[in-house]
């Protein structure tokens, strides 16, 4: 089977900063991903460079098989390729049920028809009770599934979600975590990246690569990437020493 996404040796330069550095993954169809690592360690660039926001210096990126390593991102997108960004930015003066229909429209050109399938997403993200309010003043939470709601109508193979429950409550970003773990049923396979909500990781990942200064330092299931000395050391320090037990 071809994997959904592949990364092989891809290197980024910023001058003569290295932000990432010879990175290779693999990931199959339905698989939940998790990049991790502490700020600055390459995880927003990879997701640019993944969705055709950034191209790469050096090394292939293929998704299904296809090489995208020089494709324009509105490409990317109608490949399969969907993103949330850190900083949510919805159309303000639009409802929460508009913003969803927009990707829609990248498939169909029919109102009804993008309103239906905006509607099921909302329902799936439980945000249907919002559907006709403005997207101007939702609280961070409800912006956040927004951002999830928006990428999934544009019916992506491969979701990015880029600090997907940065800023949320504990129990806030469990309860999404719960959602993100369900997005395989709709044919979605998922790379997320987080800082320090490891509760998450734990929670929902299939597998984990840390990053650290740019470059891949561990692969593994989430129960094994707590317990390796390079991880503690690096990244998660002694205060996460609890989930190895």
Not at 90 to 117: C, I, K, R, W, Y
Not at 131 to 150: D, H, N, Q, T, V
Not at 201 to 222: C, F, N, Q, T, W
Request: charged share 20%.
């Amino acid at each position: 089977m071809t994997p959904v996404l592949e990364m092989q040796n891809v290197t980024k330069c910023f001058g003569g900063l290295r932000a990432v550095k010879g990175v290779s993954l693999e990931m199959n169809a339905g698989e939940i991903l998790f990049i991790i690592g502490p700020n600055g360690a390459g995880k927003t660039t990879v997701f640019n460079l993944i969705s055709g926001f950034l191209h790469p210096d050096e090394g292939v990126i293929l998704f299904q098989g296809k090489n995208i390593s020089r494709m324009a991102p509105h490409r990317a997108a109608r490949l399969g390729i969907g993103r949330t960004f850190q900083i949510v930015k919805p159309l303000p003066s639009l409802t929460v049920l508009q913003n969803v229909m927009l990707g829609a429209f990248m498939h169909t050109g029919n109102l009804s028809h993008a309103e239906s399938e905006a509607a099921k997403i909302l329902d799936f993200l439980q945000m249907s009770h919002l559907s006709k309010f403005s997207a101007r003043g939702l609280p961070l939470a409800a912006l956040k599934r927004l951002e999830i709601a928006r990428a999934l109508a544009t019916k992506p193979k491969l979701i990015l979600l880029d600090e997907v429950v940065s800023g949320l409550t504990t129990s806030e970003a469990l309860a999404l975590a719960e959602l993100v773990k369900r997005l395989p049923e709709w044919g979605v396979s998922v790379v997320g990246g987080v800082e320090h909500v490891m509760q998450v990781v734990m929670k929902i990942a299939d597998r984990v690569i840390v990053l650290d200064y740019g470059a891949k330092i561990a692969e593994g299931s989430p129960a094994e990437v707590v317990k390796l000395p390079v991880v503690v050391e690096a990244y998660l320090g002694p205060k996460y020493k609890e989930l190895t037990q």
